[in-house]
């Protein structure tokens, strides 16, 4: 974990300098306000896993892997002449992960494209909230960098709320481009075909994965201790949607590289509510009904409870349960029918259930953290999963929260 407080100080001392010098030049007759530092986040969190069902070779073998990330996000607002608020956020996340499974990709070296990886992924994006006639409207720009793929990312959003901002609904559209480097097992390489290693990645495959998402929200404040929101999430993907250093092994004793349709369509249709027990307890509860075009359903409940233990201090208790079908292209190791046209043993996409719980603790005193006014909140959370399919996979997750205001 890394030392946060002194980078995320120095970045707000920073930007406020900066920002205490940028000015409108708006003609006399409207006051002319700075753009200033609205918020800063960050996110430092280490994960780790182990399990014995490892897609990679083939629905067997160790899942275990580690990876620490860690994200950076500053806001910016301003208000325009016409009194409307604009929001400029730019964020930053890096991964590094190490993968037993995936140097498992060519076990006969270390130096492949696999063991290790950073994953990069910045993002930008802005919003305008305009009170007169109730809108909001944004757009955010992303990219994403690892090893094996690039993505650029698009994303427009539009809210309207009533009257009496008691109701909301908020239309979403985006699309993520992808292009995905095949590096394949090495058994099962063409004559002539690069293994991805450094300075060995002349002659490999470079496949495109293209995704359409949208999304309708509805939310609603019922009365002064319930509120819900109702949300449906469309999306398409279309492009190489098997991962190509996935091994199936068959009845007959063969071995192949991962193979899916080309299409997939997916549904989730989500609710929320919140309910507030009094001035210390706060309900929050998620039911997720989900179903695609390849034969998964899935159906996922949560509840958080947060509770004020001071004015300062809150512990925010949680727990999720998902069940889902598999696809029908699932068999796990040496049962797939060699005649098949689709094949996977990735048990990510097989029949499970799985459970997540955990508790998180949040600290916001009036002073500030240790007494530093723009320190608003510090929030630590643990988190505990398992999955049952298979011989079972286990993680854990550690999260550490800072804001600054």
Do not use: C
């Not at 494209?113 to 994953?119: C, G, V």
């Not at 095949?182 to 495959?205: F, T, V």
């Not at 201090?313 to 005649?339: C, E, G, K, L, W």
């Amino acid at each position: 974990m890394k030392k946060i407080t002194l980078t995320v100080a120095a970045l707000l001392g920073w930007f406020g300098s900066v920002s205490a010098q940028i000015q409108d030049s708006i003609p006399t007759g409207y006051k002319a306000k700075k753009l200033k530092i609205e918020e800063v986040n960050f996110v430092s969190g280490y994960y780790n896993q182990n399990g014995n069902n490892s897609a990679i070779t083939g629905g067997i073998g160790t899942e275990k892997l580690f990876d620490v990330a860690n994200s950076l996000e500053i806001k910016l607002t301003k208000t325009d002449r016409r009194n409307r608020v604009h929001t400029i956020s730019g964020e930053l996340n890096i991964d590094f992960y190490s993968s037993a499974s995936q140097d498992n990709i060519d076990p006969l070296t270390i130096s492949s494209a696999s063991k290790t990886d950073t994953h990069i992924y910045p993002t930008i994006s802005w919003n305008m909230k305009n009170d007169q006639n109730h809108t909001t409207r944004g757009a955010m720009f992303s990219y994403s960098t690892e090893y094996d793929y690039k993505s650029l990312g698009f994303n427009v959003n539009f809210s309207k709320s009533s009257k009496d901002n008691n109701r909301e609904i908020t239309f979403k559209a985006g699309t993520y481009q992808d292009t995905y480097t095949a590096i394949l097992p090495s058994e099962l390489r063409p004559n002539g075909y690069s293994s991805g290693a450094q300075g060995d990645k002349s002659n490999l495959y470079h496949k495109p994965r293209n995704t359409y998402n949208g999304s309708i929200s509805l939310s609603q404040i019922v009365n002064k201790r319930l509120q819900v929101l109702m949300i449906v999430e469309p999306t398409y993907q279309e492009g190489l949607l098997s991962t190509p250093f996935h091994r199936t092994y068959f009845t007959d004793g063969s071995e192949k590289v991962e193979k899916l349709p080309g299409t997939r369509f997916k549904l989730p249709i989500g609710f929320r509510g919140s309910y507030f027990l009094g001035d210390k307890i706060i309900l929050r509860t998620f039911y997720r009904f989900y179903a695609d075009n390849w034969g998964m359903k899935a159906h996922t409940f949560s509840l958080e409870t947060p509770i004020k233990i001071t004015p300062f201090v809150s512990v925010s208790p949680f727990y999720r349960f998902n069940t889902q079908t598999s696809i029908r292209y699932f068999a796990p190791y040496m049962q797939h029918d060699p005649n098949a046209e689709y094949y996977s043993s990735d048990y990510d996409l097989s029949a499970f259930q799985s459970h997540f719980v955990g508790s998180g603790i949040r600290f916001a005193p009036p002073g500030g953290i240790m007494g530093v006014r723009h320190f608003a909140s510090l929030e630590l959370r643990y988190g505990h999963f398992y999955r049952n399919a298979g011989t079972g996979m286990q993680s854990n997750i550690i999260t550490l929260a800072a804001k600054f205001k």
